[in-house]
């Protein structure tokens, strides 16, 4: 199956712990890297968002590209619905 490129952000509760932030990305890393490669991860840090999630005013904002299987990005999506605790948003758009 050919590989597209994509994109990602993910918005983590901020109230987790750092392990807890490093742990997700290496989960995500290690799922896209089955059958593809994460050309960059661009960590913007804790923000303020324009509107409350969950009760939480900011989070920690993080942007990943990378290159996968339409099937890998599909099985992405499925594993991050499930940390919705940790997870308060997330879009992979392909480019």
Do not use: C, S
């Not at 590989?3 to 995500?28: A, G, S």
């Not at 996968?68 to 099985?75: F, G, L, M, S, V």
């Amino acid at each position: 199956m050919k590989k597209r490129k994509y994109e990602m952000m993910i918005i983590l509760n901020p109230d987790i712990e750092d392990q807890e932030r490093e742990d997700i990305l290496n989960l995500v890393k290690e799922k896209v890297e089955e059958d593809g490669t994460v050309e960059n991860i661009d960590q913007w840090g804790k923000r303020e968002m324009a509107y409350e999630i969950q009760h939480h005013k900011e989070a920690y904002y993080y942007v990943l590209n990378f290159e996968t299987t339409p099937e890998i990005a599909d099985n992405l999506k499925q594993m991050l619905n499930l940390r919705k605790k940790e997870i308060l948003r997330y879009m992979v758009i392909r480019k």
